[in-house]
């Protein structure tokens, strides 16, 4: 079992609403990272970051933001929730070796009314 | 740049039968490949990687795959299927030359494994 921990699992929330995604994992990996998963569908990073106050934007491009104080954290915020923004959100962390799989937390279940 | 791909979205197979699930992919160097399982409303699991050594990788759960470089190939296999192996899987590339120095993985568009009893 990966010790990597999503919170809320599910969220059901209204247009314009702030919400954080938290992420966090206790194996001490540098490398952490946000997928955007629609059902049943191929995950696409939208932020990674390779230690604290080390954030960058991935290959799709997203209005969340990120941040990296603590190693262990790795928040994800929407400033402004919107309909469009109705999808699964993964987190990842990886020790920083190259040979190094990826650990996932169980997702967080979004949906913007 | 690199890639990599699963040509089939759907792979039905019938319990106790053999299945395969393909990837292909391209680098400019050596592969780091892995294969990931997602069962629904899941996370994603990891389930083997090939870095280097022999070509036949073995796995979770009874999963293994080959390695063939010729064939820039990576197949899932697995001798006998289960009911409860249906799920959703992703091969996976790293690409050195994406997300810095160390790298970030490419992931396939995914594969639904569907076995029957």
């Known amino acids: 079992e990966a010790d990597i921990y999503q919170t809320p699992r599910y969220l059901v929330i209204g247009t314009g609403k702030k919400i954080t995604l938290e992420c966090s994992q206790t194996m001490g990996h540098d490398k952490m990272y946000w997928y955007q998963q629609d059902p049943g569908m191929e995950l696409h990073l939208i932020h990674y970051?390779?230690?604290?106050?080390?954030?960058e934007k991935g290959d799709l491009s997203s209005e969340s933001t990120v941040s990296r104080i603590r190693t262990e954290h790795f928040p994800l915020t929407l400033e402004s929730a919107r309909p469009s923004h109705t999808s699964q959100y993964l987190c990842?962390?990886?020790?920083?070796?190259?040979?190094?799989?990826?650990?996932f937390g169980e997702g967080s279940r979004l949906t913007v009314l | 740049a690199q890639s990599v791909a699963q040509p089939e979205d759907q792979v039905n197979v019938a319990e106790g039968n053999p299945l395969t699930v393909k990837c292909t992919y391209s680098?400019?160097?050596?592969?780091?490949l892995f294969w990931y399982v997602q069962y629904p409303n899941r996370g994603l699991q990891f389930l083997l990687k090939y870095i280097t050594g022999d070509n036949l990788v073995k796995g979770s759960y009874g999963f293994e795959a080959e390695f063939n470089k010729s064939q820039t190939s990576f197949h899932l296999k697995k001798p006998s299927a289960l009911v409860s192996d249906s799920a959703l899987y992703f091969c996976a590339v790293r690409d050195l030359n994406y997300g810095g120095s160390q790298g970030n993985l490419i992931f396939g568009k995914g594969t639904k494994l569907s076995v029957k009893p």
């Open positions: 970051s390779y230690g604290v106050n080390s954030t």
């Open positions: 990842a962390s990886s020790e920083t070796a190259t040979r190094g799989e990826l650990f």
């Open positions: 680098v400019s160097g050596n592969p780091y």
